[in-house]
């Protein structure tokens, strides 16, 4: 599991926050720290009070798969191998191993017609499937996505959520503005102005925000299996 205990850190107070195995989302408005406890889930930050524990480990001693919300800026390399590539060569890893990770990761997200193209000449939804592809080159054991989907096209979104679905990644945690995709996480977490107001399984985070527009529309219309 992933424990936060008496975390502060710059608008966060969080004195206890188990994350188990499986997906969690984190929702909430704009401004209400979101993506200050994506970082320091991603272990970009430690916390400037209280600790964040992966299975009793500090996130440096973690796989860590991290993808923000302009994913195309952090794009190092000219071509798409290359870029997929650069975690296992950082690592040092042989190159058949290493061809054996991109074209795992590269499967895995659709993107294999792409390995020989210019990342400049992709667009900007290819983009972010190549880095969500070079963040599972390296096998994370947790992946920590950033609304790195808003971008995206209903079709596109759609083969994000089966490749991270088939990733096997034992931790996914992403904030995401789509209340449906929300719903369909294994546990939900509602921030506002920094604390966390309701955790828990999804049926249960939104039954609490039944009358806000947290709500997803598709349980509002009654079309899908919710609370
Ligand atoms: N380095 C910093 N020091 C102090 N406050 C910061 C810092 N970075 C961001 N903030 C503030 O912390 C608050 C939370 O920001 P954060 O980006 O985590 O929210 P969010 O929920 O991800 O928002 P959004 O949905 O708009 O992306 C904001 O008011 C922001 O201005």
Redesign the pocket.
Known sequence: MIALTDVRH??LAIPSLILPEGTTALI????????????LLAGLHLPQEGSVRFDGRLPREVEIGWVD?FPDQSILFTCVFDEIAGPSRFACLPCGETERRVGEAATLVGIEGLLTRTVRDLSGGERALVALATALSSRPEVLVL??FDSHLDEETAGEVERAIGACRCPYVVR?T?DMEAASRADMVVF?KE?SVVHAGPPAEVFLALEKTCFYPDLWRCGRAGGA
């Open positions: 710059q608008i909430g408005p704009n401004g209400s720290g979101k993506s200050t406890l994506l970082s919300e950033d609304e904030c503005q921030l920094g």
